[in-house]
């Protein structure tokens, strides 16, 4: 009987420890809750210029074996704001109808740390000379853990942070894509498997708190050099809340973008980008805040930089890629 009694105080104790953990979690950084709760895909402000990063079924769609890098900062002089990289490599294979790729992906907020890898693999097929219909699937690994190191506690011995939490999630998605030089309509769901990151749950499949994703544009000729292209993304989700971005970008002799989004998360998004090589490319987006939170931050900085390097993988199979 006592060791019933001792193995329930264990039990016990390590309850009330994750409780403690949830308690301080939620109270030293309430001003981010719901900020944390939606930050489980990493966000990009210039989802036009990199469509593979919420979409896979645009792998391949530079017809040539391309890489794109960002970082973005979120709310400048909020102590433990959002912070993501994100590096995405594709290309079409010699069979122009498959095309591969890999993401990897690393962010913060609050005490929490994440980082992944997924794969993915598109099919795709001819609608006619300039344009591709594609469905994809994609599939990974992604771990988060909390950095308590990172908390300052009277007694540094604590039990309570002495252990290390880790969830490692499975990735897995799909996508859809109709394209070609001039338009793009995408639908994507980033991952079905879900877990709470504040209660550690396990991931389970869950599809009802997956985000679905809408994103669709256009370029019109104004001029031999002037073109614009308006452009919009829909993202749904019962979990972490749905929103809009619609805007547009001016585009001067294929080199310079000049574009600004209205975010329904109440953001303002103006975006700069340069072509100066024909195969790199960088841009620069600054987010502003026009809800609650201005006049509490300095805005949000992401940077980019894509490189196409002007051939195929020439391989018919993926087993050889």
Known sequence: ??????????????????????????FIFIPLYNVIMAQKEIEVSQYMLNRYAINSAFGGSHDALSAFGSYKQKWVGIEKAPASQFLSVHAPLKNES????????????????????????????????????AFSLKGGLSFASPDWNSVPVKDPDDIAFASQETINTPEFGIGLGWYSKNYFLGFSVPNFYYNDIVDFEDAVFKPANSTYIFTGGYIFSITDHLQVMPSCL?????????????????????????????RSTDDIVALLAYQFHQQWRFAYSYDYSIGDLKGYNDGSHEISLQFVFGYKIITPSPKYF
């Open 1 to 26: 009987m006592w060791l019933f009694d001792v193995q329930k105080r264990i039990i016990n104790n390590e309850e009330n420890l994750r409780s403690m953990k949830k308690f301080l979690f939620l």
């Open 234 to 262: 829909v993202a749904l989700s019962n979990q972490l809340g749905s929103f809009y971005d619609v805007g547009g970008a001016l585009i001067w002799n294929d080199k310079i973008w000049i574009g600004g989004n209205y």
């Open 98 to 133: 498959i095309a591969l790729g890999l993401q990897f992906f690393s962010q913060s907020y609050g005490v929490i740390r994440e980082s992944g890898v997924t794969a993915s693999y598109t099919f795709r097929v001819r609608t006619n000379e300039k344009s591709w219909l």
